[in-house]
C-alpha cells in the first residue's frame, strides 16, 4: 500500500500494525474488480514495458486490510470498498505502480537480515524503500492517494537508496512490544505508513495468511527473477528508436543494472567452447580402409588401413518456440556460424529448428540458410531436440543448443555425441543439465 504520514514518529508505527484477527478473502465487488482491472490498463497503457509485471499480480479482495498491500509471491490484496469509493482510477493506477515498483526493485530481498524476524525493522526499511519509490513516482507526476512519504517527509534529501535512506532512520527508538497495538481501530481513515506488505521487506504479514484458504498461489521460485528480466528487456528495447516516448532515467538505469554483462565474455567464451570440443575430435583418430596405408607396400600379405583424422559434424538446435526473441536468436545463430567457421569447420552445419515438435532439418552453409528453417513459435521440449540430434546419421560430435532456456532436458546426456554446448539467450533461472556446458549470452 502507498504509505501515509506527515510526520515521521514511532506513535504513527505503532496506530499502523494491521490486526492480529484477520478477516479472511472477500467477494469483490463487481466493480471493485473492474476499477482494479481499468487502472491496470491504464498503467498497461501509460507503461507498457512494465505490462509482464502488472498482469503477473494474482488479486485477493479482502477487509483483513484497509487500502491495498502485495505480498513476496506478487499477491495482491486490497479492499473492495476503498477501492470503489475513495480511490480514482488514476490513484488506483498509481498505488499499483508503487507495489510494483517494490516487486522489482527487490526490496524484499535487499532488506536487512532483522527484517525478516523483526516487526519494527521490517517497518522502517518499508519506510525507506517507499521514500525511493515516491520520490520517483511525484517526479513522473503519479497522483498518489493520501500523504504518500518521500524522502523530506524522514529528513532526507532526495535521490537516495533505500539503503541510504534506511540508514537515514533505523536509529529511530522502538517501541516496547506491549505499546504496539493489536488492531487497527476501524475508524483510522488510512491504514498508515510501512505497511506495503512483504513485497517491500520479506516478513510475513497476518493477513498475508487469508491467501491459502482463497485458494490462491503465489509465483513459483524463479519466476520473479524472469519478469524482472522481461521488464528489462522490454525498456531497453523501448528506450531505442521508435519507442515508447521517453522512459524515465530511473527505469532504463534499473534495467541496465539487472541487463549488467557478465562478468566472461560470453563470445570469447563460446568460441574457446567450440574451439576445445572441435580440438578434441580432429584430435581423435581412426582406421579408414577406403585408401591404403603408407606401409602397404611393406605388407602385400596384408590389407592395411590408413591413419585418419576425423572432419567434425557439428550441429545447430535452434529453439523456435513463441517465448524466443527473433533478434537475440539470430545473433546468437550468426556468431556460432562464424565462429565455427573461423575455426576450421569445412563440412556443412546442421541446423535444426524445434519447439515441441521438429519443424526443420538441413544442412548448411551460412547463415543466410538458417533463417528459412526457423519455423515453430509453439510450447518447447529440447528433449525432442536432443532424440532428434541423437538420429541424425552420421551422428554429430559437438551439438549446439540455442534456446531461451525455458525448457526441460533429459536426465542422460544424448547417445553418440561427444559434446553439447547450451546457449542461453537470456537470463533463466532453470536448471540445465550437468553433462552439458551452458554459456549464458549478452545479447545487447
Known amino acids: 500500500m502507498v504509505t501515509t504520514v506527515s510526520t515521521f514518529t514511532a506513535s504513527d ?24 482491472s ?11 514495458y512494465l505490462s509482464h509485471a502488472l498482469w503477473s499480480l494474482r488479486r485477493i479482495p479482502t477487509t483483513a ?7 513476496a509471491d506478487w499477491r495482491l490484496y486490497y479492499n473492495p470498498e476503498r477501492v470503489m469509493t475513495d480511490w480514482s482510477t488514476r490513484q488506483t493506477a498509481a498505488v499499483l505502480y508503487h507495489e510494483i ?7 524484499a530481498g535487499r532488506a536487512p537480515a532483522e527484517a525478516q524476524t523483526d516487526q519494527w525493522t521490517a517497518y522502517l526499511w518499508n519506510v525507506a524503500a517507499d521514500a525511493e519509490i515516491n520520490d520517483d513516482l511525484r517526479a513522473e507526476g503519479q497522483e498518489l492517494p493520501g500523504s504518500p512519504i518521500f524522502p523530506d517527509t524522514i529528513g532526507c534529501r532526495t535521490g537516495l537508496t533505500a539503503e541510504e535512506y534506511f540508514a537515514a532512520v533505523k536509529n529511530v527508538t522502538t517501541p516496547s512490544p506491549e505499546s504496539i497495538p493489536e488492531s487497527i481501530p476501524e475508524s483510522i481513515p488510512e491504514s498508515g505508513a510501512g505497511r506495503c506488505g512483504s513485497c517491500a521487506h520479506g516478513h510475513r504479514e497476518r493477513y498475508e495468511s487469508i491467501a491459502a484458504s482463497a485458494g490462491v498461489d503465489g509465483l513459483g521460485e524463479g519466476e520473479d527473477r524472469l519478469i524482472r528480466q522481461s521488464v528489462a528487456i522490454a525498456i531497453r528495447e523501448a528506450s531505442g528508436v521508435g519507442g515508447w516516448g521517453n522512459i524515465p532515467g530511473t527505469w532504463q538505469r534499473w534495467a ?17 567452447s567450440i574451439r576445445q570440443s572441435l580440438a578434441e575430435t580432429i584430435g581423435c583418430v581412426d582406421y579408414r580402409y577406403t585408401r591404403p596405408g603408407r606401409r602397404q607396400a611393406a605388407l602385400p600379405q596384408f590389407v592395411v588401413p590408413r591413419l585418419v583424422a576425423p572432419v567434425p559434424r557439428v550441429a545447430v538446435t535452434i529453439d523456435t518456440s513463441g517465448s524466443m526473441g527473433e533478434g537475440d536468436l539470430n545473433r546468437a545463430i550468426i556468431e556460432t556460424a ?30 543466410r540458410q538458417i533463417r528459412p528453417l526457423l519455423k515453430g513459435g509453439g ?66
Open 379 to 444: 510450447g518447447t521440449d529440447m528433449g525432442m531436440a536432443i532424440a532428434a540430434a541423437e538420429g541424425l546419421r552420421p551422428c554429430p560430435d559437438v551439438l549446439i543448443v540455442i534456446t531461451d532456456g525455458l525448457t526441460g532436458w533429459p536426465d542422460n546426456p544424448p547417445r553418440g555425441i561427444g559434446r553439447v554446448i547450451i546457449v542461453l539467450t537470456r537470463f533463466c533461472s532453470w536448471a540445465t543439465p550437468s553433462w552439458a556446458r551452458t554459456i549464458r549470452v549478452d545479447t545487447r
Open 338 to 367: 562464424n565462429l565455427l567457421k573461423a575455426n576450421g569447420l569445412r563440412e556443412s552445419l546442421t541446423v535444426l529448428a524445434v519447439d515441441s515438435a521438429v519443424h526443420g532439418c538441413s544442412s548448411v552453409f551460412s547463415a
Open 65 to 71: 486490510i484497509d487500502t491495498m498491500a502485495v505480498d
Open 13 to 36: 508505527a505503532r496506530a499502523t500494525v494491521p490486526a492480529s484477527e484477520t478477516r479472511g478473502g472477500t467477494q469483490s465487488p463487481p466493480l471493485a474488480d473492474t476499477r482494479v
Open 256 to 272: 541496465d543494472a539487472v541487463l549488467q554483462p557478465p562478468a566472461v565474455d560470453w563470445r570469447r567464451e563460446l568460441a574457446a
Open 38 to 48: 481499468a487502472a491496470l490498463l491504464r498503467l498497461s497503457v501509460d507503461r507498457p
Open 101 to 107: 515498483c517494490h516487486l522489482l526493485r527487490d526490496h
